[in-house]
């Protein structure tokens, strides 16, 4: 069993920051990507951003391009997602996944929820305006 966990989502004003924090652990398993969703309330869930294991690439929704960077630490097996200029509209359930088999390195399919094997059970962030 793998489980994945989330951390570091809290109340923030506008124009804030924070950072989310992202564990798998359980058993072994091939990560080939690591990725954060969200969800607002009455919304559908939404990517965010991805990163791809073994070579670092990212990938962005462009509704938070330029104010997130997605990291990752090999030796810790976290990943982190680092906010800026936080509005409103950020605010949501963060989740995050993992993604256990491979697949094509295109934004469709790296933003695509079925994609990821793993969920957490999500962090919530409320960007207070």
């Known amino acids: 069993q793998v489980q994945v966990v989330e951390s570091g989502g809290g109340l923030v004003q506008t124009g804030g920051s924070l950072r989310l924090s992202c564990a798998a652990s359980g058993r072994t398993f091939s990560r080939h990507a690591m990725g954060w969703f969200r969800q607002a309330p009455g919304k559908e869930r939404e990517f965010v951003a991805a990163?791809?294991?073994?070579?670092?690439?990212?990938w962005y929704a462009d509704s938070v391009k330029g104010r997130v960077t997605i990291s990752r630490d090999n030796t810790e097996n976290t990943m982190y997602l680092q906010m800026g200029s936080l509005k409103p509209e950020d605010t949501a359930v963060y989740y995050c996944a993992a993604a256990g088999k491979y697949f094509s390195g295109t934004y469709y399919y790296t933003s695509l929820g079925n994609s990821y094997d793993y969920w957490g059970q999500g962090t919530q962030v409320t960007v207070s305006s």
């Open positions: 990163i791809r294991w073994f070579d670092g690439r990212t």
